[in-house]
């Protein structure tokens, strides 16, 4: 699963006039953590807390010319200034694409460009070979539920307490998360589950989610 150039990111993922995506280097870091701390502070606690730290980015995110890591980070720009950043990770065993983080700067929110990067994310998966692709959304808010929900996510379930959020100065407190996904592969590829095989809660569920 082999990550798209930029080239290829501007003919898998267009977005809207006056926007593009750039290659994410080592000079990229500094002012990318600096936007990512004014533009959403609350990113400061739980798992998306590393993308504020430069060590994150340095070890652990692919780096054009450097290094070829599982998660990928492309910053946004319009007219040549910073305003957004898509970040994907890879998980080749199994074929999949998790969909780690999309921001964008107030000033720029309502523009779009985020429904774009979210449809987008499966072309991208596609072409690298990815057979699934899945995101979680904040309950705190309904945007990011509703944006998934409008590009053709099944809604899976809910992961209780799995990430942390500084609800108010100094008080942590662990959080709800909606887990969303799709399918990028025919229904041919997919073995659906016995109904043998599961319990009579697990086939209640299973019945609720995949009814069609």
């Given at each position: 699963?082999?990550?798209?150039?930029v080239e290829e990111?501007t003919?898998?993922?267009?977005?809207?006039?006056g926007?593009?995506?750039?290659?994410?280097?080592?000079a990229s870091?500094g002012?990318l953590v600096?936007?990512?701390?004014?533009?959403s502070?609350h990113l400061?606690a739980?798992?998306?807390?590393?993308?504020?730290?430069?060590?994150?980015?340095q070890?652990?995110?692919?780096?054009?010319g450097?290094?070829?890591?599982?998660?990928?980070?492309?910053?946004?720009?319009?007219?040549?200034?910073?305003?957004?950043?898509?970040s994907v990770?890879?998980?080749?065993?199994?074929l999949?694409i998790y969909?780690?983080?999309?921001?964008?700067?107030?000033?720029?929110?309502?523009?779009?460009f985020?429904?774009?990067?979210?449809?987008?994310?499966?072309?991208?998966?596609?072409?690298?070979?990815?057979?699934f692709?899945?995101?979680?959304?904040?309950l705190?808010?309904?945007?990011a539920?509703?944006?998934?929900?409008r590009?053709?996510?099944?809604?899976?379930?809910?992961?209780?307490?799995f990430?942390?959020?500084?609800?108010?100065?100094?008080v942590?407190?662990?959080v709800?998360?909606?887990?969303?996904?799709?399918?990028?592969?025919?229904?041919?590829?997919?073995?659906r589950?016995?109904?043998?095989?599961?319990t009579?809660?697990?086939?209640?569920?299973f019945?609720?989610?995949?009814?069609?």
């Amino acid at each position: 699963m082999k990550w798209p150039t930029v080239e290829e990111l501007t003919m898998l993922m267009p977005l809207p006039d006056g926007y593009r995506m750039e290659r994410f280097d080592r000079a990229s870091i500094g002012p990318l953590v600096a936007a990512l701390k004014e533009w959403s502070p609350h990113l400061s606690a739980g798992v998306s807390s590393g993308y504020l730290r430069e060590d994150f980015y340095q070890t652990k995110v692919c780096l054009y010319g450097e290094s070829d890591r599982d998660i990928f980070v492309a910053p946004i720009y319009f007219n040549d200034i910073l305003v957004g950043m898509w970040s994907v990770e890879r998980e080749e065993d199994s074929l999949a694409i998790y969909g780690r983080l999309i921001v964008v700067a107030p000033e720029h929110r309502g523009s779009g460009f985020a429904i774009h990067v979210s449809a987008g994310s499966e072309n991208v998966g596609r072409s690298m070979g990815a057979e699934f692709i899945y995101a979680l959304a904040t309950l705190k808010s309904i945007h990011a539920q509703r944006a998934l929900e409008r590009a053709g996510y099944r809604l899976l379930g809910f992961f209780p307490g799995f990430d942390r959020e500084e609800i108010s100065p100094g008080v942590f407190k662990r959080v709800y998360q909606a887990v969303y996904a799709k399918l990028l592969v025919p229904d041919d590829h997919i073995l659906r589950p016995a109904a043998k095989n599961m319990t009579p809660r697990s086939k209640m569920i299973f019945d609720l989610l995949f009814s069609d």
